[in-house]
């Protein structure tokens, strides 16, 4: 994560460095686990808990179905929409970092942070490999909710789409993981500027919840003019990230998006998680530097 | 004394027979295959914080309670609080049977701990102090002077209406024991109160204990790991380890009972050349011209004409062993713990 | 009961004290619960731009739908006002052995674990509710009877009540198992449930549900029922509602009251 490997003479070769490197991140992931096992009552609950605000949502857009003589609302049949919210919570379980900003902002405050600017470990590295951690036991449990809800749910989605949707698929969900990382650790780190960022981390959330396509899919957006001529709301906020954190992927998956635009789409959301990363690095040089300056 | 509130005669505030209390904690293996087959099956095992502790406090005794960490003092104060319930035994606090938590007995008591605040953190203590007062139903005009005495002897009066963040350590735990002591408790149980402290601070923490100890003949049981309080503070000491009472009897009485001798020093005019001082017999400590000797109490007679003959001494002391020394003494004698493991814990 | 009611000030006015010595901390809570309202607000109007109804034949038309939103809004913000920020701090009390400060105190242990902060940045969510109540009343094709303004204030108090039975049992188990991330989770996924309509639970998965939701954990009565009797004509099923309610509430203290008691005597206190 931090610099590449040195080959400069007197120093360990590339390989060494790269094999010391991923003990030191097996070594972190090991001790996430561990920690997150530890409080497995939690976290079962938890995981089968977050099923539940969907469970309204599919009720809700039912009732509108009911209710309206339309077929299919902004290019979504009933079905389709029951699918996308379920999607939703596949990409969600992916990009969503429960409590990573906070954390950062809290260890900034009660100076905790200290122990990451003395240890000889890189911190975002550290971050990242324990949010690793975090959701791989978390998919190892949640798998079992996840396959019952999907199984049970079958008949609500279309037809398995081909290969390369699949493969946009996932790689679609991989940088949604990672933007979500990475914006939500810049996030925490403002930490080193502000002293009470929760209200900035609610604002966040806020945008994020209506812009990502959660709270519902973004097509319906596509009515509403922004004021330029012939650019909708919904063209707007494909140029965001927000959208790539939970919207994108099920519309992949759903076959929304194909072609050119698909190909497109994925360039920004990989674009965006360059400079997240990027903006993640400077606001910890920045952010270390103006810390050790002010003593903490 | 009249005794309104079913005390009885004997004048025993504090009552404690075999008073135990243990706790299941659960292990948390090391590893990850450990911690997956934890999901399933967790050890546990049963720790006894308290093992049976009986004890009786007359009113207006001032109690050390010593011990190591995890000996079981904390879960000794809080049972006689009524924050937690025993295991085994029972325990009467004026009266009362602590955690049933009248209101009445909850009145009459307060609890410090050095540990913890437990002033409002982003307001002055004023405002606490006067929580206190509608929490106690303190009359008025009798808070107030409460409050002014009590802010006074601890010269803390401007303090009162600065945000509680914004203080020092001391000063926060002198309006602590302010706070505490508003609503003038018959009993008063201290949790390390002065840890962390330095020792100007501790120092007017001790006079002001003993002084309003003093004036209301309040009960005090404090635990405290400086031994400093101690010898300022209390006749009684009461040591507990692993959950059981090693020691209750007078502080006098813990340097008679567990010293064998006494320290003695000798000022020199010079330091003594190699081997001459050893020829006593004692363990010994030069450190220049000054000589640090221990010796059998019994022998002291003995031995103080003969070491006063040396040729250059210039000035002697005869002191006990340092309390810290006998304390600590006390500590590592005891038997180790032994806990039951429990096995299966669902 | 005076005495009570004289503590309960002298924390609302220490709280204020405090929010408006963090004055702009204050504000921007304000404004981002403001902020979080509105979205859902657009979420509903965006939905009506879809469907002239909620469920067929339901009648929770667009006005009186937000009549029954509003109605949330005002029994939320109560709730968030009066006794969230309490028990969100309960975690932190039990992990650190703040609680056992409030124990020692002379004084009804569940009043102060529920009630020693007041939250008065979530008042203003509850005054957008009111005004959103009154516009869409003043909209509606048929104004509330008299009868109807006479029981909303009560079936409001009712939902307040039973939410806060809740948030009592949540402490309870707090108590218990030391700490509560996913029980706050839990609460806020419940009373998810009670955003919309019971209509809109039908069908061979919904009927039990609402049914679940309805007399076991009556989540479902919260908003439901003042929400109906302020916004829907007053026809004979909603007085068996009524009745509901009122009972569901009062059951529902009584038993969060036991539990509660019954966790404190198990109440094992953090090592220092």
Known sequence: MSGLPTTAAGRPGPLRELATRLRVWWTMLAISLEERLAYRGDFILGTAMRFLPIVTQVFLWTAVFAATTRSDIAGYSRTDIVAYYLLTMVTRAFSSMPGLAGGIARSVRDGSIKKYLVQPVDYVSFLLAARIAHKLVYYAVAIVPFAVVFFLCRGYFPPLPDAATIAAFVLSLVLSFLLGFFMEATLGMLGFWFLEVSSIIFAYMLVQYLLSGHMFPLDMLAGIPTGIAGVSVADAVRWLPFEYTAYFPAAVWLGKIHGPELVRSLAIEAAWVVVMAAACRVAWWRGTRRYSAFGG | ?346 | MGRYLSIFLTFARACLVRDMTFRANFLLECVTSLGWMSMNLAFYVLVFQFTPEIGKGTGWTREPFFAFVATGLIINSIVQALFMPSAEELTEMVRTGGLDAVLVQPLDAQFLLSMHRVDFSSFANGLVGCGLLGWALARMDHAPSTTAWLLYPLLVLCGVAILYSLVIMLAAATILLGRNQSLYDFWFYLTNFSRYPAEIYAGPWGGPLRALCTFVIPILLVVNVPARVIAQPLEGGAWGLVALAVTAAVVALVVSRLVFQAALTKYRSASS
């Open chain 2, 1 to 346: 004394m009249h005794n309104s509130s079913g005390e009885p005669a004997t004048g025993a505030v504090i009552e404690v027979d075999g008073l135990a209390k243990s706790y299941r904690v659960f292990d948390k293996p090391e590893g990850l295959v450990a911690s997956v087959r934890s999901l399933f099956h967790r050890p546990s095992r049963l720790v006894e914080a308290l093992k049976g502790v009986s004890l009786t406090v007359g009113r207006g005794e001032f109690v050390a309670l010593l011990g190591p960490n995890g000996a079981g003092k904390t879960t000794f104060l809080k049972l006689l609080s009524g924050i937690i319930t025993p295991t085994r035994g029972t325990a009467r606090v004026l009266g009362h049977v602590p955690w049933e938590r009248a209101d009445d007995f909850r009145r009459r008591f307060a609890l410090v701990m050095g540990q913890r605040n437990q002033l409002w953190w982003d307001l002055p203590a004023a405002e606490s102090f006067r929580l206190h007062q509608e929490i106690y139903r303190l009359d008025p005009a009798r808070f107030e002077r409460t409050r002014d005495e009590l802010v006074d002897l601890l010269g803390v009066r401007k303090l009162v209406l600065q945000p509680v963040r914004d203080l020092s350590l001391g000063e926060r735990m002198k309006l602590e024991l302010v706070a505490a002591l508003l609503h003038e408790p018959e009993v008063l149980f201290l949790d390390e109160p002065t840890i962390g402290l330095d020792v100007v601070a501790q120092h007017a923490i001790h006079e002001f204990l003993r002084h309003v100890q003093a004036e209301r003949r309040t009960t005090v049981i404090l635990t405290t790991h400086y031994m400093k309080d101690v010898a300022a503070l209390c006749e009684r000491v009461v040591v507990i380890t692993h959950g059981d009472v090693l020691y209750d009897g007078s502080l006098a009485q813990i340097v008679d009972r567990f010293t064998t001798h006494k320290i003695v020093t000798l000022d020199l005019d010079a330091a003594p050349e190699p081997g001459r001082m050893e020829r006593f017999g004692f363990p010994c400590e030069v450190r220049g011209p000054q000589v640090v000797l221990r010796i059998d109490r019994g022998r002291i007679a003995d031995v103080l004409p003969e070491l006063l003959r040396i040729a250059g001494v210039r000035d002697v002391s005869v002191e006990d062993v340092p309390l810290e020394e006998i304390v600590a003494g006390l500590f590592r004698a005891a038997p180790a713990p032994a806990e039951r493991p429990v096995g299966a814990g669902a």
